[in-house]
């Protein structure tokens, strides 16, 4: 069977992606090697699950909706304009996601918990939902962008109702990854 490439996550409206353009479009700097990433692939992440065999992909499916199982839709702000790990050496730049309650933590949560009885091993690192917006490639001339992300950091994008979950296949390609649905699971 073959392989695939695969995570979960929560998609953006078209609105928000083209809020985010727009944002991309006035941080960028002749002088700065950033690799801005497609609104269009631009998702919240919830678990990644790497490369798997396609056979494998009811199972997944079952612990997804198992996971998701009471969850009714719930609202999702964008706000926030930051860098991992810190201004003054930035790698990822990234969106915040700020939520009245806990919802997407205990999804994420309830996500890791059904995927690791499967067999899919706990992500270390803690769950810091962000958007990654571009990722710094060479750190010469970053000044006009580390002024222009303090300028934008109060950036506010909107909200949106999140309703699903998607498991998605990523291929990658020499001009970017292309992200596939698989199975959008909504949720009751």
Same mark, same amino acid.
């Given at each position: 069977?073959?392989?695939?490439? !695969?995570?979960?996550?929560?998609?953006?409206?078209? %609105? #928000?992606?083209?809020? #985010?353009?727009?944002?991309?479009?006035?941080?960028?700097?002749?002088?700065?090697? #950033?690799?801005?990433?497609?609104?269009?692939?631009?998702?919240?992440? =919830?678990?990644?699950?790497?490369?798997?065999?396609?056979? +494998?992909?009811?199972?997944?499916?079952?612990?997804?909706?198992?996971? !998701?199982?009471?969850? &009714?839709?719930?609202?999702?702000? &964008?706000? +926030?304009? %930051?860098?991992?790990?810190?201004?003054?050496?930035?790698?990822?730049?990234?969106?915040?996601?700020?939520?009245?309650?806990?919802?997407?933590?205990?999804?994420?949560?309830? &996500?890791?918990?059904?995927?690791?009885? #499967?067999?899919?091993?706990?992500?270390?690192?803690?769950?810091?939902?962000?958007?990654? &917006?571009?990722?710094?490639?060479?750190?010469?001339? =970053?000044?006009?962008?580390?002024?222009?992300?303090?300028?934008?950091?109060?950036?506010?994008?909107?909200?949106?109702?999140?309703?699903?979950?998607?498991?998605?296949?990523?291929? =990658?390609?020499?001009? +970017?990854?292309?992200?596939?649905?698989?199975?959008?699971?909504?949720?009751?």
């Amino acid at each position: 069977m073959p392989m695939i490439r !695969t995570f979960i996550a929560i998609d953006l409206p078209e %609105g #928000i992606k083209r809020g #985010i353009s727009g944002l991309q479009d006035r941080l960028k700097r002749d002088e700065c090697h #950033i690799g801005w990433v497609r609104p269009e692939a631009i998702h919240l992440t =919830l678990k990644f699950l790497g490369e798997i065999d396609e056979k +494998g992909m009811p199972e997944i499916e079952a612990a997804i909706r198992k996971a !998701t199982k009471g969850f &009714i839709p719930f609202n999702l702000r &964008i706000m +926030g304009l %930051g860098v991992f790990p810190n201004l003054k050496k930035p790698g990822i730049i990234w969106l915040g996601i700020h939520e009245e309650g806990d919802n997407l933590l205990r999804l994420q949560s309830r &996500i890791e918990e059904e995927m690791e009885k #499967i067999g899919h091993p706990r992500e270390e690192r803690g769950f810091k939902p962000h958007f990654t &917006i571009g990722r710094v490639r060479d750190p010469s001339g =970053l000044k006009g962008l580390i002024e222009a992300i303090e300028s934008e950091k109060e950036s506010e994008l909107g909200g949106f109702e999140t309703e699903e979950v998607l498991i998605m296949r990523s291929d =990658l390609r020499p001009e +970017g990854p292309v992200y596939t649905r698989l199975c959008e699971i909504k949720f009751d």
